[in-house]
């Protein structure tokens, strides 16, 4: 099964400033990577597919980059609305897997 | 607008199935992958098998000799079994759509939370 590891658990940033998450895969999955978005007691929301590709809807502070083992969530200034638990996962391989989630905080 | 509703019963006993059905509205079940995740509370994602529409199916290994996945095309629904359960599968339990092989899950359906206790 293929691990992935995110980081920070926890990251606190201010309003319209740059936030960087990470994500780490224990062995190569390609450009096969996905990021959401989960707030508290909602579903999760798929944000980036492809590694860097934005889903419908998404605004553009959200970018996504990096291939094989490596990965970077990228929101360009903070809104409000983006203080959120973030989650990457793989579907290069079976099973399917998630990071543990990056907390962003205010 | 593609909708995902999970039903089923919010309060298992220990030892006994959990069963979930996803009622699928806005999308035809047909050339698509659809899944079950859970959430234990306060906890990451697990990601627990998918069936595709003519009925193949993929599980997560740590739960393969005790799950079920299937499809019904004609009510354009899913479902999730889960036999022998534990405290341990206490989770909310999302079902969700994978629209090509490689993919993510982009539309989800709310989530229910089933708690397993006496």
């Known amino acids: 099964e293929i691990v992935m590891t995110q980081s920070p658990a926890t990251l606190s940033v201010s309003l319209g400033e740059r936030a960087t998450l990470s994500c780490r895969a224990t062995q190569s999955v390609s450009s096969n990577l996905a990021w959401y978005q989960q707030k508290p007691g909602q579903a999760p929301r798929l944000l980036i597919s492809g590694a860097s590709t934005r889903a419908t809807d998404i605004p553009a502070r959200f970018s996504g980059s990096g291939s094989g083992t490596e990965f970077t969530l990228t929101i360009s200034s903070l809104q409000s609305e983006d203080f959120a638990v973030y989650y990457c996962q793989q579907y290069n391989d079976w099973p399917r897997s998630f990071g543990q989630g990056t907390k962003l905080e205010i | 607008q593609v909708q995902l509703q999970e039903s089923g019963p919010g309060l298992v006993k220990p030892s006994e199935t959990l069963s979930l059905t996803c009622t699928v509205s806005?999308?035809?079940?047909?050339?698509?992958?659809w899944n079950w995740i859970r959430q234990p509370p306060g906890k990451g994602m697990e990601w627990i098998g998918n069936?595709?529409?003519?009925?193949?199916?993929n599980y997560n290994p740590s739960l393969t000799s005790r799950v079920t996945i299937s499809v019904d095309t004609s009510k354009n629904q899913f479902s999730l079994k889960l036999t022998s359960v534990t405290a341990a599968d206490t989770a909310v339990y999302y079902c969700?759509?994978?629209?090509?092989?490689?993919?993510?899950?982009?539309?989800w359906g709310q989530g229910t939370l089933v708690t397993v206790s006496s």
């Open positions: 069936v595709f529409y003519s009925g193949v199916t």
């Open positions: 806005g999308s035809f079940i047909s050339n698509y992958y």
């Open positions: 969700a759509r994978v629209p090509s092989y490689y993919y993510g899950f982009d539309y």
